[in-house]
């Protein structure tokens, strides 16, 4: 029986070994994360909670001044990443993305320790898990673990990606609207120009996730951009501008 399945992204341009039937597996969320990094100059991108690293891949593959760190505390994810970045496929960034096993709940001296040291990432991205406790459970514990929010998850991720990026660097998640005012406290005064972007599925439709980014140290006011919609009217068919994002061709530039 098949465990694993070897998934394309980018309309092919790379490829992401993933469990099949355990753990998380990536897809359109991932890839509107890793559009939320845009940048002329070179960059270090963290990726914190990375899996199997497709979100990390995704800013690689577009951006060739990218180096990213795949950063993931289970040893079954991080070695799919690192098998991953041994394909063939990917060889073009490979050189560029590294995979360390951490716990995003480290600090202090310990997170240093485990090579995330202070004000070392221009942007850090995250998909936290976000699935309630109320929500219908999952049979694999390995999936549970990457799906299930606890109490404090948005403060403990948040404080991590303060404490590693650097001053004026971005913060870039995605999560469900519900999850809007965990957020917006857990930045507080660590990240400030909170950017809001509601993701829905079709016009006249409920928001389903919340595109998210923000600037350590800045003290600029919160913004609640236009609405994402993802499928055109009617129909499966997706808007431009999202399939531009979700398939690499564009990044979901910040309005200021």
Known sequence: MTTETIDSFHRGQFQVIQPLGQGHRSGMDAMLLASLVASARPCRVADLGAGAGAAGFAVASRLDNAEVLLVERSPLMADFARRSLALAENARFGSRISVLEADVSLTGRA????????????????????????????????????????????????????????PGGQLSLIARPESIAEIISACGRRFGGIEITPVHPRAGENAVRILVTAIKQSRARLTLRAPLIVHEAETHKFAAVVDDMNNGRTAYHRNR
Do not use: Q, Y
Not at 142 to 157: N, Q, R
């Open 111 to 166: 997170r240093v320790a485990a090579g995330l040291a202070d004000n070392s990432f221009d942007h850090v991205i995250m998909n936290p898990p976000f699935n309630d406790a109320s929500d219908r459970k999952t049979p694999d514990a390995l999936k549970a673990e990457a799906h299930a929010m606890t109490d404090g998850l948005f403060d403990t991720w948040i404080k991590m990606a303060c404490s590693i990026a650097r």
